[in-house]
């Protein structure tokens, strides 16, 4: 094995990146997908906060407007991402490579994942097959980067469910001959047959916000990727909580492949029938029953009702439901008494009497069950 290992050290001069985000496509608005461009800019800034020169990190993105990207930028068709990965990224002396791919994609009949440029038509699905770019560096084509993580955050759904007019014709980049010298980690955002889900209000998708507050939590490692079987339960953790939220299908997973190992992590789906929600599910959700928690104004005041002594303990996130979970549970460890007080200031504020009696029911619920030893749970 000649590539560092996951998390090591590396120097930021032999690290070396392709940056992908595609928004606009040539199929006109019907295509559109705000947020893969903003997303591709973020996790650059990473990268050279992390030390990695411009210079090697290769930024294509094709943005929709309003959104004007400062950081110079190559466009992202077709011909231009190709030559990037057949003539340009091989030529390169490193040892990490980093793939960061947001956009449309689809799960060809052969069982591939296209991933499709900003010159793609509804007449010409111009693409990048995913599964031979990655048979491609791990080749002797790709003499160094040995060393590399690809993070994809595109839709798999099958391309018979697309109804379209022709087959995707078959788009295979050159390959060497195959070597056992790469270490290769693939992260994709949806799972086999399911979309990957966008928030186009934030223009963000959601595996990829998730995925880059990640690594922005380990930024003091980058440019070093992280550690695939520490990262991915984290990510997989996230994208759990936005399905029980009711934001998304998606199922992520990861292969891995290096000289010792290759195989496909996936995250079991849930078991068929219904399943009661746990008493911190249905505490949370009768909080977010009630509009004022979605508000973050409206909720921090109610929070702020709290003090000061039990308000510095409670863990705050931007994002409401992941908010209430982190009040609900700060509380229930350091002062389980001011769940009620955490009641009172709801209803105080809506006295809707249906959501009251469940509110008041569930954190009874809740209290109970936060208040056993962990294996009784």
């Known amino acids: 094995m000649t590539g560092p290992s996951p998390s090591a050290a590396v120097d930021p001069a032999r690290v070396h990146a392709l940056i992908v985000g595609v928004e606009s496509y040539g199929a006109g608005p019907a295509w559109d997908l705000p947020g893969p461009a903003r997303d591709a800019v973020r996790f650059h800034a990473l990268l050279r906060a992390a030390g990695v020169p411009s210079g090697q990190l290769r930024l294509h993105l094709a943005p929709l407007p309003p959104y004007r990207p400062e950081v110079p930028h190559e466009p992202a068709d077709q011909a231009t991402l190709r030559r990037v990965l057949v003539q340009e990224l091989p030529r390169a002396q490193g040892e990490v490579l980093w793939v960061w791919w947001g956009g449309h994609g689809a799960l060809d009949r052969s069982g591939h994942l296209r991933l499709f440029c900003a010159d793609a038509t509804t007449a010409d699905k111009l693409g990048i097959d995913l599964d031979s770019a990655l048979e491609r560096y791990r080749s002797d084509a790709v003499p160094g980067l040995t060393e590399q993580l690809w993070?994809?955050?595109?839709?798999?759904?099958?391309?018979?469910?697309?109804?379209?007019?022709?087959?995707?014709?078959?788009?295979?980049?050159?390959?060497?001959?195959?070597?056992?010298?790469?270490?290769?980690t693939v992260l994709r955002a949806a799972g086999r047959g399911r979309a990957a889900a966008n928030d186009p209000v934030r223009g963000t998708g959601l595996f990829s916000d998730v995925t880059l507050g990640l690594l922005a939590e380990r930024a003091g490692a980058l440019p070093a990727p992280p550690d695939p079987e520490e990262l991915f339960p984290a990510v997989r953790a996230?994208?759990?909580?936005?399905?029980?939220a009711g934001r998304t299908l998606q199922y992520p997973e990861i292969r891995l492949q290096s000289p010792e190992r290759g195989e496909t992590l996936t995250p079991s789906p849930p078991p068929a029938g219904p399943r009661a929600p746990s008493p911190l599910q249905r505490a949370v959700d009768a909080l977010m029953a009630y509009p004022l928690m979605g508000d973050p104004t409206e909720r921090q005041t109610v929070v702020a009702t709290l003090g000061p002594a039990v308000t510095g303990t409670l863990p705050r996130h931007p994002r409401a439901r992941t908010d209430a979970a982190g009040i609900l549970n700060g509380l229930a460890r350091n002062r389980p008494e001011a769940l009620w007080e955490l009641y009172d200031a709801v209803v105080s504020v809506d006295d809707d009497p249906g959501r009251g009696r469940e509110l008041d029911a569930a954190l009874r619920d809740f209290a109970s069950w936060a208040g056993r030893p962990r294996d009784q749970r």
């Open 238 to 244: 996230r994208i759990a909580a936005l399905r029980e």
């Open 151 to 184: 993070v994809v955050d595109a839709c798999e759904t099958f391309e018979e469910d697309l109804a379209l007019r022709e087959q995707l014709p078959p788009d295979a980049l050159p390959m060497g001959r195959r070597t056992l010298v790469h270490r290769q």
